[in-house]
């Protein structure tokens, strides 16, 4: 968590510093230009895509750690139908692979071997994930260690829930892929239209003559019309990638990495076709 907030603030060092030495450069030599669009393009892409990629990774691990607490309780309750305590089922079963949730068992493992009660290790249990679900198994697994009956049974039932859980969340990621897919070929279609309005369509209007009707498209008028198109091609890629993100599991923080690069792309393009 604390990664994801310097690689942050290191971001905004970062899209300052560009600022500040694009403005000395625009200062120093005026013939350069000052173009709004390509700054906030890159002061956007340097801070949403390191974001966004240790947010991704971090989300990652929670949902690693989502997907293995049911294991976790599994385990439990096999340990626990043979009449073992649940204080040493925590401890057996600490010795497994729980993929990002392991470190947490073993803690809370070694926390129970120090003679610290079932009740009070398990308090903490899952909150570095900020994840309700992890949370609420360590709840239920302190109410069955306070009630001492059917252990087993409760850790069963609670695994099993959690695990259909898990493969509803599944299938709704993998549904929202196919939508992240369907919009990211709405933008190759977008980013497609807008170059070819910009390279030809668009000076062929600027030299038309009073004749056609079209004689007050002048020079001037052209540019902004292309400001404008390639403005809405920068937004149109921002907000698929925060969309895209949205969709997926309702953060918009989720959305920031492929935003970035969708913006990154579109400005790079632009600059290249000689857009912009």
Known sequence: MRTKYIVLLLSYIAALMFTLIYLLIYIRQPSFGFNILIVASVIFAVISIPYGYFDEREIKRVYEAERRISDFLRD????TTFGMPISESIVRASSSDYGSLSEEVKRVAALISWGVP????MVDFGKKFHSQDIERAGTIIIRAAESGS????????????????QLLRNAKFSEMKNYTAVMMISFGVFLFVILVLDLDFLPQLGTSTGASGLGFLNGANVDAIKNVFNIGMIMQGGGSGILS????????????FLAGILVLVSLVILLGVGAI
């Open 76 to 79: 439990i309750a096999e340990y």
């Open 150 to 165: 059917n252990i087993s049974d409760v850790m069963g039932m609670v695994s099993e829930f959690t695990s259909q859980m």
């Open 118 to 121: 079932v009740e009070d290790a």
């Open 245 to 256: 993100g949205v969709l997926r599991d309702g953060r918009v923080a989720s959305g920031f």
